[in-house]
């Protein structure tokens, strides 16, 4: 981040000295370089109620003042928020070890030898405003893409069914929906899908773009639109994952993909249509037990060519069908903290036959194996015949 | 990640370590250089790679096109437990040989 001259030219500087011949002199100097905004007060206390009032780019210190000296003052400001990082360039005459260290411990952040050497007060002043100039740019930059990518996460949120429209859904087809959104950063590469299509059926799905953040974000607002550009409910699961692909294909780059599981459930009856894009293994929780859809297929958008075929299952009243990304079971720390196909299963077996319980059971558990940190977004999506 | 290579004439055999995630982008950046030397077949020897995430199968993907327009072949061996159960599911069989 380059900084230009009349920035650094603007820079606000405050000379807190006792010695008015000195100051003057200091004055002289930085004027001459061409800096243009220079103050000048005589004691610490007074140097105290300039910074307060206004914040200086740096300040150039004295350490032996009437009633405030340059330590009490340097350990004053440190105290602050808002003066706790400006730079304070400490010079002094003859001074020792101990009172060069005491300088700094109080919170000094440069000192330079009285009498001034002229081009050293320059190139030191130089470096720590441009130090100031750079940190703030960087703070700017920081806060205005938090903003932005808070914007942005509420904006992916909207792709998302509504907690009513999911309510809506549930009663119209006399389902059980329960679904579970945590992206990894504030926006993240996982969507998931619930959707009538016509009176009696409703389409699933969960997606996962390679990565997370912006990059996977951008690609989820991409396939949002495909999805809504072409009439869906009459494309059979397979149909339109090999649509899905083609066009994914054209758009991402060698390296980026989908996974992809998409379904479409009869509510009367409960026929399972689905294909799979290499996603992982839906699981279907029934009074038997659990097991998962052992499907596999290339991931969306890694070959032109690719045809993904449509499969049936049947299920029965009260089974749940399961989809999740791999944010649930995979965390990079590894070891305990991954959970295994058995273990999944297990847990899935044990939870309650309850759409709403299972994801409860299975998102506490993930907290509690693998800890607060989210490094890949997590997307559970389960419904209920 | 860590990896280690032997080569034999046009033949070179990586060996990687450890987790294969998107922290590793840099590292396989080298080992797709490889296929810029002149190698006809290299094969990725993941025996000793306990995990792989989308990313490192994506980076695997990079590997084919190069070796595609490098006219080499890529064989893959040794995959168990996650990475075999990644490369099953995302069926890199298809893509890659996978011994």
Known sequence: MPINDSQLFQAAILIVEDDEANAVYLTEVLEQAGFCNISHVKDGEAGLSAVHASVPDIVILDINMPKVNGYEFCTAVRKQEPLKHMPILVQSGAIDDNKLTKAFLSGATDFIHKPVNNEELLARLCVHLENQMMMRELAHFRSRLERELEQARSTQESLLPTQHALDALAKQFNLGVATYFQPSSEIGGDLYLVMPLDDVRVAVSVVDFTGHGINAALNIFRLHTMLYSINISEHSPGELLSYINGKLHKLLPTGQFATMFYAILNSHTRTLDYAMAGAPAPIIKSKRGAKFIDETGLPLGTREATGYDTHRLQLKKEDILLLYSDGLTETPSGGSAYLSDNALLKQVEKAAANADVLLKDLVSNRYERAGDAVPDDITLLAVQC | ?99
């Not at chain 2, 290579?5 to 950046?29: A, H, I, L, W």
């Not at chain 2, 080298?30 to 995430?53: N, P, Y």
């Open chain 2, 1 to 99: 990640m860590e990896y280690s290579k032997q080569q034999e004439g046009t033949n070179c055999t990586v060996t990687m370590r450890g987790r294969f995630t998107f922290s590793d982008r840099n590292m396989f950046d080298q080992i797709i250089q490889i296929l810029a030397s002149g190698i006809k077949q290299l094969t990725l020897d993941f025996s000793e790679v306990e995990f792989i995430d989308s990313a490192g199968l994506g980076m695997l993907l990079l590997a084919q096109d190069e070796a595609e327009k490098a006219n080499a072949t890529i064989i893959m061996t040794g995959a168990k437990g996650h990475v075999e159960k990644m490369f099953k599911v995302s069926r890199f069989d298809d893509i890659f040989v996978i011994q």
